[in-house]
């Protein structure tokens, strides 16, 4: 009888175990905590024509290009300039936490209140590198992101 208790309580835990995994894949599709980061994939965020010119919009839904997969709770800035669509994460680069976009248009982390200024570079820490720009293309009218390939700041 103790040995079948013991094993159930053994498939219980290694069943634990699993869901714990499978929460941590799915917030490494949102693009920052997780095993290895980001994936190396495209990720479509709207029409080009949907996205205003010289404005920062905020994205919230991705569709996984190769498979439509569905994204959320992404929370990206995008601004387009012209044909081309520049997009910063909002994860703090300390430990993550989403910062919040101030009304001057500078960002502040409510973890351990690292400031920002509008192109993402570092005010004040804790945090030492800059909030992450990311690879853009626009494919048959759509916007495409890369949340694995960093890119310097845009002249904005
Ligand atoms: S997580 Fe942003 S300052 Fe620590």
Same mark, same amino acid.
């Given at each position: 009888m103790e040995t079948r208790r013991a094993f159930l309580k053994t498939l219980l835990m290694g069943t634990a175990g699993v869901a714990v995994a499978r929460v941590g894949f799915d917030s490494a599709e949102a693009g920052?905590? $997780?095993? /290895? $980061? !980001? #994936?190396d994939e495209w990720l479509r965020i709207g029409k080009l024509q949907d996205f205003p010119e010289n404005a920062k919009l905020v994205v919230h839904d991705a569709v996984r290009? !190769?498979?439509g997969k569905k994204i959320k709770n992404l929370k990206l800035i995008a601004e387009r300039r012209g044909e081309q669509v520049s997009v910063m994460s =909002? #994860?703090? =680069?300390?430990?993550?936490c989403e910062v919040t976009q101030m009304e001057d248009g500078t960002f502040v982390c409510p973890c351990h209140d690292s400031h920002f200024d509008?192109? /993402?570079?570092? =005010?004040? $820490?804790?945090?030492?590198?800059?909030?992450p720009w990311h690879a853009t293309q626009v494919t048959d009218g759509e916007v495409q992101v890369n949340l694995s390939k960093v890119l310097p700041a845009p002249q904005i």
């Open positions: 920052w905590f $997780g095993f /290895g $980061g !980001p #994936r290009a !190769p498979d =909002t #994860r703090c =680069t300390h430990f993550g509008a192109s /993402g570079a570092v =005010t004040k $820490g804790p945090a030492k590198q800059p909030l």
